[in-house]
């Protein structure tokens, strides 16, 4: 059984950091791709950043220059350092990881999806 757990959300002003973390943890054999999302109140969830196995990383527009999304591979984690923050960064933030694990024998990728944690940014 694998479990993907956010951290790290909260209350800030506009201008302020935030980091993101979200750690995977089971029987896993690798992690593979992973992102985050973020979905505001009435609207489509989104891409915010994503991250290779091997470290490529791409940004929505929106963020690129102020969000920086990181891996440790040792700890199962992935993370969003969130920089300049402003309101309309406010969003449940997601984490989006595709992991392949053992299940009952035999590896099977999939994605997993976290719970969410509240970002609000505050003007």
Avoid: H
Wanted: include cysteine; glycine fraction near 10%.
């Amino acid at each position: 059984q694998v479990q993907v757990v956010e951290s790290g959300g909260g209350l800030v002003q506009a201008g302020g950091s935030l980091r993101l973390s979200c750690a995977a943890s089971g029987s896993i054999f690798s992690m593979n791709n992973m992102g985050w999302y973020r979905q505001a109140p009435g609207k489509q969830r989104d891409l915010v950043a994503r991250i290779t196995s091997v470290g490529a990383t791409n940004y929505a527009d929106s963020v690129k220059g102020r969000f920086t999304i990181s891996r440790d591979n040792a700890k199962n984690t992935v993370y969003l350092q969130m920089n300049s923050l402003k309101p309309e960064d406010t969003a449940v933030y997601y984490c989006n990881a595709e992991i392949t694990a053992w299940d009952s024998g035999a590896l099977n990728t999939r994605i997993y999806w976290g719970q969410g944690t509240q970002v609000t940014v505050s003007s």
